[in-house]
């Protein structure tokens, strides 16, 4: 029986099943919840408010279904709520209906039929993952004088989001100009995954005829609007190039979350030239500025998901939480000091499923 449970279980107490069913159920709601008219909810009587929520929320699950297994749901519930019906006829004769191994069969028919759909969909998505893994390096690359280290936990299998760290023109003591890159693409899963496979290939090509960081961006921004559906599939963008040599960064912020720059005496700047973001207008001029590094000094790139990420009560990290604990980052590796932002963050969700991607990373000069 031990064994049966630890099977079952995978090895978990039961706090921590509690606690990722909790998780689940909440994130269901949420889900099912986007399809509920919330004002016009707000507008009844307290007293029925709970009945229509419970009503548009069966509505959302049901209209999810394929017209097949909406039928056999309504037949499912009929057939439970006929159990137990009593019909008396005459003085003697007594009739009691009884449906529920059929109904419990049927659901268990539903069960399967979903779950099924399930295990592909998520075969499918986890070699889109893998897929996608390849488009990002897996370990940094060898930085003169700096470390580097990043980190990405996509929403769901796949992710929208995009990072970066390559020497556009290889050389073989590692020296030059180092380009560091960090993305989001606008929407979730499957699609904004497209997207970000074609911006990194984009930008890989360009980067590589070595034109100057404007000409990246201006290119990557007239590829981007004449893919992105009226400025519906826009990408933000944070784009810079490194001086090994001089430490100085050049950089354009194409409507992207303004990193943090925590300087060695504990000042803290954040880079914000640049312009909106890639995909909106085709004729977009883009500024850039140049920032002079030392030694001690830690820049943090990093996405929304990050300072949008909430709790179980749902309050958000917030850039004003995501600034004081950069503030605080250890003198120590790029590593070490994304361990520890990573941990603060993680610390504050706890088990709640997030609804967007979280990446973050970070260079520090040695």
């Known amino acids: 029986m031990g064994t049966l449970w630890q099977r079952i279980s995978e090895g978990r107490q039961l706090d921590e099943l509690w606690g990722q069913f909790t998780a689940d159920a909440r994130a269901s709601y949420g889900f099912y919840g986007k399809d509920v008219n919330w004002e016009e909810i707000e507008k009844l009587p307290r007293w029925r408010r709970p009945f229509r929520v419970t009503k548009e929320i069966f509505w959302a ?20 709520f006929l159990s137990g019906l009593h019909v008396n006829v005459g003085d003697q004769a007594r009739f009691e209906i009884n449906f529920e191994l059929l109904a419990a069969m049927i659901f268990l028919l539903l069960l399967s039929l979903e779950l099924a759909d399930k295990v592909t969909m998520k075969r499918d998505l986890e070699i ?70 074609t911006f990194q290939a984009s930008l890989r090509t360009i980067a590589g ?65 640049g312009g909106v973001p890639l995909g909106i207008d085709s004729q977009s001029v883009f500024e850039q500025a140049t920032v002079q590094l030392a030694p001690g000094d830690t ?61 973050c990373m970070v260079l520090r000069c040695v």
Request: glycine share 6%; aromatic share 8%; hydrophobic share 45%.
């Open 61 to 80: 699950l049901l209209m999810k279904l394929s017209a097949a297994r909406r039928v056999l749901l309504i037949i499912a519930l009929v057939m439970l």
């Open 128 to 197: 889109a993952r893998e897929i996608q893994t390849w488009l990002v390096p897996s370990q940094p690359p060898a930085v003169p004088n700096a470390t580097i280290a990043f980190a990405t936990r996509p929403q769901n299998s796949v992710a929208g989001d995009y990072y970066d760290a390559f020497y556009p023109i290889a050389t073989p003591d590692a020296n030059g100009k180092l380009m560091l890159v960090i993305a989001d693409v606008a929407g979730k899963s499957v699609p904004a995954a497209l997207l970000m496979a």
């Open 209 to 273: 005829e070595g034109v100057s960081l404007a000409e990246i961006v201006a290119r990557l921004n007239r590829y981007a609007s004449a893919h992105s559906l009226d400025g519906r599939r826009f990408t933000t963008a944070f784009l810079a190039e490194y001086d090994t040599e001089s430490r100085a960064l050049t950089y354009v912020n194409a409507g992207h979350n303004a990193p943090v720059l925590r300087r060695k005496s504990g000042a803290i700047e954040r880079l914000e030239t």
């Open 299 to 359: 820049l943090v790139f990093f996405t929304d998901g990050v300072v949008e990420a909430f709790n179980d009560k749902g309050e958000e990290f917030g850039d004003k939480r995501w600034v004081e604990t950069i503030s605080y980052l250890p003198d120590n590796n790029a590593q070490e000091a994304l361990d520890f932002v990573m941990r603060r963050v993680d610390a504050f969700v706890g088990a709640t499923h997030q609804s967007d991607d979280i990446t």
